[in-house]
Structure formats: C-alpha cells, structure tokens
Nanobody, 119 residues
Framework: QVQLVQSGGGLVQAGGSLTLSCQAS????????MGWFRQAPGQEREFVGA????????DISESLKGRFAISRDKLSKTMNLRMNSLKPEDTGIYYC????????????WGQGTQVTVSS
C-alpha cells in the first residue's frame, strides 16, 4: 500500500522561500502523476500544481507560475515543491497527492504540512 509522507514547511517571512517534500513508500509506486494542493483557513482546497511522473512535465496553477516549481526524483520516489517570493496569502496547509491514471482521481494523500507566511 502506498503512503505519502510530507516534510518541510513552517514559518517564513514574506519574500522568503520554502521547499516541501513528499516521499512515497511502497514497492509498486508508479503513479501517472503527483500533485500539490493547498487549503487556506476558511477556504476550499485548491490546486497548486502537478507533475507527470514519467516525463517530468509540470502544470502549475496560473496564479503561481513564476514563483512555484515542482520537481521529482524517481529513484527516491520524492516530489518537491519549491516556493519562492512567498506572500501572506500563500499561508495554508499543503497536501501532496498521487493519481494512477489520466482520468482517475487523486487517490493517495499526504498528511498535510503547514506553511505560514508572515507579513
């Protein structure tokens, strides 16, 4: 059974940077894609971005392009989210997730990581 374990996050001043990591456990981990979502207090969960596990191509939310980047390392089964020029509105809980196919749901979720950006 696949599990996703997140690390990173914390408190950072506006304009700073953070990197979140998400490592998968389980032998047969060959997802179609992995992704990041976030949820701000009182808000719905929103899509941050995703990466094709095979090709490494990424899809970043339009509003975050230029500041956020996603990478993955197949050997260590890890996906990273690099966040630059952070703003207070980036505050929230960040979740990593994976899906097995093009039309399948995001089915496995990490435990969530708090990111707080102070002004």
């Amino acid at each position: 059974q696949v599990q996703l374990v997140q690390s990173g996050g914390g408190l950072v001043q506006a304009g700073g940077s953070l990197t979140l990591s998400c490592q998968a456990s389980g032998r047969a981990f060959r997802p179609y894609a992995m992704g990041w979502f976030r949820q701000a207090p009182g808000q719905e969960r929103e899509f941050v971005g995703a990466i094709s596990w095979g090709y490494g191509s990424t899809d970043i939310s339009e509003s975050l392009k230029g500041r956020f980047a996603i990478s993955r390392d197949k050997l260590s089964k890890t996906m990273n989210l690099r966040m630059n020029s952070l703003k207070p509105e980036d505050t929230g809980i960040y979740y990593c997730t994976s899906r097995d196919g093009v039309v399948t749901q995001w089915s496995v979720w990490g435990q969530g990581t708090q990111v707080t950006v102070s002004s």
